[in-house]
C-alpha cells in the first residue's frame, strides 16, 4: 500500500504561485508513476499532470508552461509548482500514485485562487 499526504494549498491571488506537496509512504522509485489531479466545484476530478518512476513528465494542456511536476525521492515527496494562477485553477488538488498497478490518492488539498 501507498500512503499519501498533500499540504501546500492555500488562498492566492490571481497571477500568484503555490507549491503543492504529496508525502508518500513508499520509495518513489517502487511507484510505476506518479501524478497531480484536481476537482473543482461542480466538476468531475481531472488529470494536471504525471511523472514515471524514470522521471518522464506529462502534462494537460492548461498546465503547460505555467505547473511544473518535480519529486525528490530522498524526501519521499511529489512536489507540483504552480504559477501565473487564475480563478479557474480552484479546486481541491490530489496526489495519486500507481503502485503494483493500484491507484493510491491523498485526501486533498484545496487551492482558492481570488480574482
Known amino acids: 500500500q501507498v500512503q499519501l499526504v498533500e499540504s501546500g494549498g492555500g488562498l492566492v491571488q490571481a497571477g500568484g504561485s503555490l507549491r503543492l506537496s504529496c508525502e508518500t509512504s513508499?520509495?518513489?522509485?517502487?511507484?510505476?508513476?506518479m501524478g497531480w489531479y484536481r476537482q473543482a466545484p461542480g466538476k468531475q476530478r481531472e488529470l494536471v499532470a504525471t511523472?514515471?518512476?524514470?522521471?518522464?513528465?506529462n502534462y494537460v494542456d492548461f498546465a503547460k508552461g505555467r505547473f511544473t511536476i518535480s519529486r525528490d525521492n530522498a524526501k519521499k515527496t511529489l512536489y507540483l509548482q504552480m504559477n501565473s494562477l487564475k480563478p479557474e485553477d480552484t479546486a481541491v488538488y490530489y496526489c495519486?500514485?500507481?503502485?503494483?498497478?493500484?491507484?493510491?490518492w491523498g485526501k486533498g488539498t484545496l487551492v482558492t485562487v481570488s480574482s
Open positions: 513508499r520509495s518513489m522509485l517502487d511507484i510505476n508513476y
Open positions: 511523472i514515471t518512476r524514470s522521471g518522464t513528465t
Open positions: 495519486n500514485a500507481n503502485f503494483l498497478n493500484v491507484n493510491y
